[in-house]
């Protein structure tokens, strides 16, 4: 049986996440964000209080990810 769990990212999964954001722009056949630009920006991201970044995982391997951005509505 497998083990699944979803859990906010942390700066420690930039390295987790760097993998995943890539291969979902591999998967799209897209040329940017680059690996440089991902490592740059990514940290700053996690940081950002206005962006979430979530992380799915089955027997302590990555899987997924979600990147929510919140904006002000009214």
């Known amino acids: 049986?497998?083990?699944f769990n979803?859990?906010?990212?942390?700066?420690s999964d930039?390295?987790?996440l760097a993998r995943l954001i890539a291969a979902f722009?591999?998967?799209l056949n897209a040329k940017v964000p680059t690996g440089s630009d991902i490592q740059a920006h990514l940290?700053?991201?996690?940081?950002?209080p206005g962006i979430e970044f979530a992380?799915?995982?089955i027997n302590d391997e990555a899987v997924g990810y979600t990147q929510t951005r919140f904006l002000t509505s009214v």
Do not use: G, N, Q
């Open 55 to 57: 992380c799915a995982w």
């Open 14 to 16: 930039v390295p987790v």
């Open 25 to 27: 722009r591999d998967h």
């Open 1 to 3: 049986m497998s083990a």
């Open 43 to 48: 940290p700053r991201a996690l940081r950002d």
């Open 6 to 11: 979803i859990r906010d990212a942390t700066l």
